[in-house]
């Protein structure tokens, strides 16, 4: 009996790491969340029994609920995969998954995955570090729990990326506070939705419009000098540095 905490990445199953695609062939059973593409999915062993506990913001499989099953599935089947989208240490809660399967007794293998965080602005054409016009990256949730959230005034700086998972419903706010903290209001932003899905939709606008752009979840928030570059586009590399 062993769960493998198994990284889905970003839907597209390409990207999916071999370690995921052979324990998938070899499933008895796949626990996954909302996030997981059917595409991946398909790569399961026919026989193998699913589970859908994807939580849809509001509703709920409880996480309690999760761990419950996982605990009884674990113990009736040599091998569970639980599924999940991107990285499973990255917001997935994979971390709280695997203490209480552990605390049970099972053995546990965790299986890193193609975080959206980093997969979302490459395949976009946006490098999160570039020399000269950003030396790092800054990955936050911009959800709010039980009413608390980051205070995103904090996290201005003009030398660094920013990418902001689960930010869609707040962006408004996010974008507020990052201009009071001291971003410029031209600072470009781009909203990456479904990436590496048939669903992937690209939208670029400045900080200062990101409250009045039309997006959906679930995306990502790219904020900085970088998300201005599309790799693919020699203009926007040449006005780059024309302006340096
Ligand atoms: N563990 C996941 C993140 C889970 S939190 C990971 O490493 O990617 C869920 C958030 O991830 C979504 O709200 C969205 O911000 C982002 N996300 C996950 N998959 C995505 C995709 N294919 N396209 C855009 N955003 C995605």
């Not at 203490?99 to 049970?104: N, T």
């Not at 936050?140 to 990326?161: E, I, K, P, W, Y």
């Not at 990101?210 to 790799?231: C, F, N, R």
């Amino acid at each position: 009996m062993s769960v493998y905490l198994v990284g889905a990445g970003p839907g597209d199953p390409e990207l999916l790491t071999l370690r995921a695609s052979r324990l998938l062939a070899r499933a008895d059973v796949v626990v996954h969340d909302r996030l997981v593409s059917e595409d991946v999915l398909a790569l399961a062993n026919l026989s193998a029994v699913r589970y859908d506990v994807g939580k849809v913001p509001g509703l709920a499989h409880s996480q309690q609920r999760i761990n419950d099953l996982l605990v009884a599935l674990a113990q009736d089947h040599d091998c569970v995969v639980r599924l999940k989208g991107g990285d499973p240490f990255v917001f997935g809660r994979g971390a709280e998954e695997a203490e209480v399967l552990i605390a049970h007794g099972i053995d546990v293998e965790v299986v890193p995955g193609v975080t959206s965080a980093f997969a979302a602005p490459l395949l976009a054409g946006i490098p999160v570090t570039h020399r000269g016009l950003s030396h790092g990256v800054t990955v936050v949730t911009g959800s709010s729990v039980a009413g608390s959230h980051v205070d995103f005034s904090r996290l201005a700086n003009a030398d660094l990326t920013l990418v902001v998972l689960m930010g869609v419903q707040r962006r408004s706010a996010i974008a507020a506070e990052l201009i009071e903290g001291g971003l410029a209001p031209t600072t470009p932003v781009a909203v990456l939705e479904w990436v590496s899905t048939s669903r992937e939709r690209c939208v670029r606008c400045t900080l200062d419009e990101l409250g009045d752009t039309s997006v959906q979840s679930p995306a990502v928030l790219v904020i900085g000098a970088v998300a201005g570059l599309d790799v693919r586009s020699v203009e926007s590399f040449a006005s780059h540095w024309a302006l340096a």
